[in-house]
Antibody, heavy 125, light 106 residues
Framework: QVQLVQSGNEVREPGASLKVSCKTS????????ITWVRQAPGQGLQWVAW????????LFGQTFQGRVSVTTDSNTNTAYMEFLSLTSDDTATYYC??????????????????WGKGTTVTVSS | EIVLTQSPSTLSLSPGERATLSCRAS???????LSWYQQKPGQAPSLVIY???SRATGIPDRFSGSGSGTDFTLTISRLEPEDFAVYYC????????FGPGTKVDI
């Protein structure tokens, strides 16, 4: 079955960087984008970024442009999200999710059908 | 960026009752790109409805979605105990946005 397994919870000091992984299985990795969404404690969902593994095309939420990078490794079917210059406002649970569906460079069906369990990131001095 | 507003913020109902959740967009949304997610405490969100009205795999037919343009609705015809959760709408228009959520509680 389709699975997205995220790396473990992390604690960082302000100003540090962080890389979260999302290992996928059970489907054709190149046929679906990977979307990253975060949720601050007690808050709603906020879109961070998505990437098309076929060509590495990325799209970022306005808040995260320039501070986040997302990549994929098709050899291991794993996606990564790297955050720079963390602040306490980045304390949140970060989810990876499968979607949208992509056929080569073109993507369709912009929803997230399968989600990882989340990685909780705490930024504190 | 399209802003989504959901109402009400909390819906207090009993099992067996009908739930009607609203999602309003700041500008017109392509119906193909409007989705709904359910999130229970301590869990990741899960897809309920995509393309405004298509149920995701395994979602019972008591869930239905409708709407167009700027107004969309998620209806749960008869609430079951497992339906009490927070529901988020989401749209895509060269960027993803989520609504603030509606909590359906007892």
């Amino acid at each position: 079955q389709v699975q997205l397994v995220q790396s473990g919870n992390e604690v960082r000091e302000p100003g540090a960087s962080l890389k979260v992984s999302c290992k996928t299985s059970g489907y054709s990795f190149m046929n679906y984008g990977i979307t990253w969404v975060r949720q601050a404690p007690g808050q709603g969902l906020q879109w961070v970024a998505w990437i098309n593994p076929y060509n590495g095309k990325t799209l970022f939420g306005q808040t995260f442009q320039g501070r986040v990078s997302v990549t994929t490794d098709s050899n291991t079917n794993t996606a990564y999200m790297e955050f720079l210059s963390l602040t306490s406002d980045d304390t949140a649970t970060y989810y990876c999710a499968r979607g949208p569906y992509c056929s080569g460079p073109s993507c369709f069906y912009f929803y997230m059908g399968v989600w990882g369990k989340g990685t909780t990131v705490t930024v504190s001095s | 960026e399209i802003v989504l507003t959901q109402s009400p913020s909390t819906l207090s109902l009993s099992p067996g009752e009908r739930a009607t959740l609203s999602c309003r967009a700041s500008q017109s949304v392509d119906s193909a790109y409007l989705s709904w997610y359910q999130q229970k405490p301590g869990q990741a969100p899960s897809l309920v409805i995509y393309g405004t009205s298509s149920r995701a795999t395994g979602i019972p037919d008591r869930f239905s979605g409708s709407g167009s343009g700027t107004d969309f609705t998620l209806t749960i015809s008869r609430l079951e105990p497992e339906d009490f959760a927070v529901y988020y709408c989401q749209q895509y228009d060269n960027s993803f946005t989520f609504g603030p959520g509606t909590k359906v509680d007892i």
